[in-house]
């Protein structure tokens, strides 16, 4: 009997220890990737690519960027993650149950499989078993999937700065506050009479001569346009505007209402095309790369970035950098693994004929976004740096932390700044916030943003 006893005590053992060490083997499977990815590269962490070794950067970053490196617009500072950055495992778990409920119209929008019709509920990614390199839709679903990875919130409160940056520096600002109101992607149902996926407001609140200038966007499960409605102080009056006009330029600014977040248009809008995967390089801000930032609780019931979060500096202004006065400074180039996606707009009129996204395969943030006309020139670049945040059991990431767009027929850039302390003034992000509500998205309501 002992020996029987014995015998199930380590067979016990071995199971235990098997799986400890199984876990532990997936727990680090995000280091093993990284250092295979310093294998391959020849690079470590603390390698800086610059105009003299700039080939080192070929196939890691979009050509486009490349370019900027002989031209000394930027330096790349190798670093390395220091924790998983990748979303939490118990949402993408949830997801699984979503296999089979979710399929594409005719014009790519997102329906429900069982009744055909334009999805109202959705939670967790819509199409967790994709194989986008097999799959003709696969890029469009990826794009849904994406959609619901980068919105786990119901609510967005974000104050953020957009920045017109030449090459003497900062000419001019705007600060803006948007919020938004989800009602896809969140694990309870709301009730949503008008059918709507999500409503947005964009606040300008400086400079003083444009505070209240307010925009409600209102977008619909069906896919047709956004319902766009804009008050304007000066007149005291809001004013109906074409929805399709999302491609022209935002306040006089490289932006287009598209651009944010990477891409915020209707995916419907455009022809999605997988072009591929490659283990490049993504821009962090440095503190980032150590830990993931905690977001804490506000006695409203909602969930804020801590104040002590270290600012995000461009080129213009740091003393002495010789980079371009719109470059990303504190940042670490980290190792991380894209989805190549090419978007052609339906629209023969939509200002960009092409444009072609690095999005991070795990976390599916937008790295890059490379823009051509209608002459069929490369016109435009945009790079972005991620934030990557928890707050109660989840685990995110955003393209929203900074974003720089550069023209690359004028030299002229945007930026767009949302974290940290901006020219005396404080940004951060909110999510679910009790006090942001349904009614908040009203045209009624967009009056009451003015000074």
Not at 303 to 310: A, G, I, V
Request: net charge positive; aromatic share 14%.
């Amino acid at each position: 009997m002992f020996k029987i006893i014995k015998a199930v005590f380590f067979v016990s053992l071995l199971i235990i220890t098997f799986s400890f060490q199984t876990a532990a083997a997936e727990e680090n499977d995000w280091d093993v990737k990284q250092q295979a990815f310093f294998k391959k590269s020849g690079l470590k962490p603390g390698d800086v690519i610059g105009k003299d070794n700039y080939k080192k950067a070929e196939g890691l970053i979009p050509s486009e960027m490349v370019a900027w490196l002989p031209k000394e617009h930027l330096e790349l500072k190798i670093g390395k993650a220091e924790y998983d950055m990748s979303i939490d495992s118990k949402w993408l778990n949830e997801s699984k149950l979503n296999k089979g409920k979710f399929g594409l119209t005719k014009n790519k929008n997102l329906m429900d499989a069982a009744t055909g019709k334009p999805s109202l509920y959705v939670y967790g990614l819509p199409f967790p078993d994709l194989d986008i390199k097999n799959d003709s839709d696969g890029a469009a679903k990826f794009m849904f999937n994406r959609r619901f990875a980068t919105n786990r919130f119901e609510t967005w409160e974000q104050p953020f700065f957009i920045e017109w940056v030449g090459k003497k520096g900062l000419e001019r600002f705007i600060k803006v506050m948007w919020l938004v109101y989800n009602y896809r992607g969140i694990r309870d149902v709301v009730p949503n009479k008008s059918e709507f996926t999500m409503t947005n407001i964009i606040n300008i609140t400086v400079p003083y001569n444009m505070n209240g200038m307010a925009q409600l966007a209102l977008r619909k499960a069906d896919a047709t346009e956004d319902e766009v409605f804009t008050y304007v102080p000066a007149i005291r009056r809001v004013k109906r505007m074409s929805g399709a006009n999302r491609s022209d330029p935002y306040m006089g600014s490289e932006f287009t209402i598209d651009d944010g977040h990477g891409w915020s248009g209707l995916n419907s809008s455009m022809k999605w095309k997988f072009l591929g995967e490659v283990d490049g390089l993504a821009a962090v801000q440095e503190y980032n790369t150590k830990y993931r930032s905690q977001l804490v609780q506000r006695k409203d019931g909602g969930w804020q970035s801590p104040d002590n979060e270290p600012p995000f500096f461009a080129g213009y202004e740091v003393k002495g950098c010789k980079w371009a006065k719109w470059a990303p400074v504190n940042v670490l180039w980290i190792p991380r693994t894209f989805y190549i996606i090419e978007a052609i707009p339906h629209d023969k009129y939509y200002s960009y004929a092409r444009s072609v996204y690095w999005i991070d395969k795990e976390t599916f943030t937008v790295a890059y976004k490379i823009v051509w006309n209608r002459a069929k020139e490369h016109w435009k670049t945009s790079l972005f740096v991620p934030y990557y945040c928890q707050w109660r059991d989840r685990k995110a990431a955003q393209s929203m932390c900074y974003q720089a767009l550069l023209d690359e027929k004028t030299g002229h850039a945007t930026v767009q700044h949302a974290n940290g302390i901006r020219l005396g003034s404080r940004v951060y992000r909110a999510f679910d916030t009790p006090a942001i509500t349904p009614e908040t998205f009203t045209v009624g309501r967009l009056s009451t943003f003015t000074k």
